[in-house]
């Protein structure tokens, strides 16, 4: 690992690493890149931060590239965290981003899903959500290893680069479905070479706490970072009536900081003071460092809030009951301990799960002909993958895809994508019905079980997926089997066709080999 303070500063038990999230904001040369980068460089001459984050078009909007502005402030002498979203690109764009940021020596990146498109240029842009997190964390670990990919005279191997990537989890959700989502799909993250994680905004002590029991209950031996946000009452009223997806201001919360408006410095120093308090629990719970943010925030308040953190650090149990924000009904995978405020270590046993809304008739019949056909050893299994063969490439081919791909159309809503996730979602299409096209577990968006695009209209198909599997006793599939990203090599053709041909990720997944073989 070439010199890093940040990535020393998470790895070290001694320390306690400290990022400030900056916003580039929409154009060039305009005053919030002026701004951000006189920031970056107070930051760097002040010593008291490790990295300075960058975020990607953050709310969908478009905005100056953070790998840019991150090879700038590098220069400065201070470590850029680069927000790597998987929105906006494809993976090979994406390959040739990291190419871009390795070159320049930007080694810290912190991997997420990214915010839905809302606007751009002549109108909204059409969404581009090729590979997820999951798959974007794989890649970035191959290039650690040094990426091989098949040439022309065998596999070529490149050089080993050097990245620190991490991902996100949100601990702050509200219902029993949403919230194991979460945790499923930070498993997977972790499989796939998250090397640190941080939390998503909430205010909710026991959350945070929930979260470092997870991790460590779970066994993941990765560092954790706690995320603070300096907040106004306008940024709290927008994230009360989920105007920023993902961060969680509850109804208490935000009558409290509506009455510190009347304040003489207008709730100045009680924002100030509730970070700090934050700082403080986070860092007494056992998290290795803070994510801290806020709109239009001076580089002498951050430093504020490290300084009155650190002094609170030792009587941070005694803070606890400012952050007795939970939300209406809200779910908790830990018992509540009544003696520290926080849980116990023993999760609970969820028997509860919310209903999918509409009838899910489609589901059992979906299971049964999966157990009838698409399991190996079972009845029709091997009679298909020999039909499958003799068709295969005969006149016949044509006029089975387009059956199949009609059936589909009616139950599941097909895209035609031949390389299937229905199984993989409990028949549920992550192409067709997740907005952001999600085929390793929901984005941090949700609300209320609502998905994050279409709030009140729409549940996420991940809610679903776990109410269906819950029924069975099978909800943990969720957290099971990294689904790769689509093959659009298989685009247009059969996904029956390519399970029993051995061609799709399920077949793979399963070690089927070509029928007749």
């Known amino acids: 690992m070439h010199n890093n303070p940040f990535n020393k500063a998470l790895l070290d038990p001694q320390m306690f690493a400290v990022s400030w999230e900056l916003v580039p904001g929409r154009g060039a040369k305009e005053a919030a890149q002026e701004r951000a980068l006189a920031l970056a460089q107070r930051a760097a001459a002040g010593g008291k931060i490790h990295a300075v984050s960058l975020t990607d078009n953050p709310g969908g909007t478009p905005a100056m590239s953070a790998d840019f502005m991150g090879t700038e402030i590098k220069k400065m002498g201070i470590e850029p965290l680069v927000h790597l979203t998987c929105k906006d690109k494809n993976r090979s764009s994406i390959e040739s981003q990291l190419y871009a940021l390795d070159r320049a020596g930007v080694r810290n990146l912190l991997v997420m899903t990214g915010d839905y498109p809302v606007s751009g240029y002549m109108g909204r842009p059409s969404p581009v959500f090729d590979l997820d997190p999951i798959h974007v964390l794989q890649l970035i670990s191959e290039m650690n290893k040094g990426l091989e990919y098949p040439g022309p005279k065998g596999i070529i191997r490149q050089q080993k680069c050097d990245f620190f990537a991490g991902a996100v989890v949100s601990p702050f959700k509200a219902t029993e479905a949403e919230q194991m989502a979460q945790y499923y799909k930070l498993k997977k993250k972790i499989e796939a070479g998250a090397q640190f994680i941080v939390t998503q905004l909430g205010y909710d002590a026991r959350k945070i706490h929930e979260t470092f029991l997870f991790m460590k209950q779970s066994g993941f031996n990765v560092p954790i970072v706690g995320n603070i946000y300096i907040l106004p009452y306008g940024a709290a009223n927008k994230m009360n009536r989920n105007g920023l997806p993902g961060n969680v201001v509850t109804d208490k919360l935000l009558a409290d900081i509506d009455q510190e408006r009347n304040n003489s410095d207008k709730g100045v120093q009680a924002r100030i003071l509730r970070a700090a308090r934050m700082y403080a629990i986070i860092k007494g719970i056992g998290f290795n460092g803070v994510h801290i943010g806020g709109h239009n925030i001076k580089y002498e308040q951050v430093e504020e809030i490290i300084r009155q953190g650190e002094a609170l650090a030792p009587q ?202």
């Open 316 to 517: 941070w149990t005694e803070l606890i009951k400012y952050f007795d924000y939970p939300m209406k009904n809200g779910f908790y995978y830990f018992e509540f301990d009544p003696k520290t405020g926080l849980n116990k270590e023993k999760p609970i046993d969820p028997q509860t799960v919310e209903t999918a809304g509409k009838p899910e008739i489609f589901y059992g019949i979906s299971r049964f002909f999966h157990m009838l056909m698409f399991e190996p050893g079972k009845k029709l299994y091997g009679i298909m993958k020999a039909i499958s063969g003799k068709i295969a490439g005969s006149k016949l081919e044509n006029i089975f895809h387009k059956l199949e791909y009609l059936t589909k159309v009616l139950i599941f809503n097909c895209r035609d994508c031949g390389d299937c996730a229905l199984i993989d979602v409990a028949y549920l299409c992550p192409m067709s019905q997740c907005p952001k096209n999600q085929r390793n577990g929901a984005c941090g968006g949700s609300y209320q079980g609502w998905c994050e695009v279409y709030p009140f209209k729409k549940q996420c198909i991940y809610v679903r997926a776990y109410a269906r599997l819950k029924k069975y006793a099978q909800e943990k599939q969720l957290e099971q089997n990294i689904v790769p990203p689509c093959n659009w090599d298989l685009h247009q053709s059969s996904s029956w066709l390519n399970f029993y041909l051995g061609k799709d990720h399920n077949a793979k997944k399963q070690d089927n080999s070509p029928a007749g073989k």
